[in-house]
């Protein structure tokens, strides 16, 4: 597995892409803004971008969604229907975190209306890339439709705004509860095994393991119910 991370917009995203070695299929999971370099990796390293694959629909996370839908006009794009919302009102995102609309576009923050979903993410499902399987895992709690992504032969997971090194996603959000979001993990992140690299969608790598026994929102140390990130 061929994997690239681009950390960009003011919030320090990771979005990454991500391809099969033997085949060159990729996909590109959650560009968060407008970013030549990554359309320059995909077409310098000769790979095929599949799909654009979102875990949510923050704006951080899908504000490049429509410009690199232009240079790969061919790319699926895969969202889970609880974040449709989120996702096509992407330019009335910025109003919820505090961004007065005369702020917009100073900030950077000023976006067009998103281009139309392919089809929603299903739990359960498997995605192929190539020879890759990703195992998709509904985990709602930072938002409705959150989504990870699971390679299990490959033993990597792209768990988005679900789970950092050390903390959890926040959950005062709209759509965000802290309840399910800890549900979310138990079930579908935490039952991979202890080897799993984990990228997030902020921050380094960690492991399941390192996060199953030391990230103190899963071992009942921290008893605050706020997590990090948008
Ligand atoms: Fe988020």
Request: glycine share 10%; net charge negative; proline share 5%.
């Amino acid at each position: 597995m061929l994997i690239k991370t681009f950390t960009i917009t003011p919030f320090q995203q990771n979005t990454r892409v991500v391809a099969c070695e033997t085949t060159r299929k990729a996909i590109c999971i959650d560009p968060g803004e407008k970013c030549e370099e990554i359309v320059e990796f995909i077409n310098g390293n000769g790979l095929e971008l599949q799909a654009i694959t979102l875990t949510h629909g923050h704006l951080d996370h899908v504000g490049g969604t429509g410009d690199l839908a232009k240079s790969f006009p061919q790319a699926q794009i895969l969202l889970h229907k609880d974040d449709e919302d989120l996702y096509y009102g992407l330019p009335q995102q910025p109003l919820f975190m505090g961004i007065a609309p005369h702020q917009m576009k100073a900030l950077g923050f000023d976006y067009d209306a998103p281009p139309k979903l392919t089809r929603n993410w299903e739990h359960g499902e498997i995605y192929e890339v190539g020879e890759l399987r990703f195992s998709i895992r509904h985990c709602p709690g930072h938002t409705r439709g959150h989504v990870v992504l699971a390679e299990e032969t490959e033993k990597k997971v792209f768990v988005g705004d679900c789970l950092f090194e050390g903390t959890i996603g926040r959950t005062d959000l709209p759509g965000g509860n802290y309840d399910q979001l800890i549900d979310s993990i138990t079930r579908n992140i935490l039952s991979l095994d202890d080897d799993v690299t984990v990228y997030s969608g902020h921050g380094r790598e960690t492991t399941i393991g390192r996060e199953r026994t030391s990230n103190p929102f899963l071992t009942g140390q921290n008893q605050s119910t706020r997590g990090r990130f948008l």
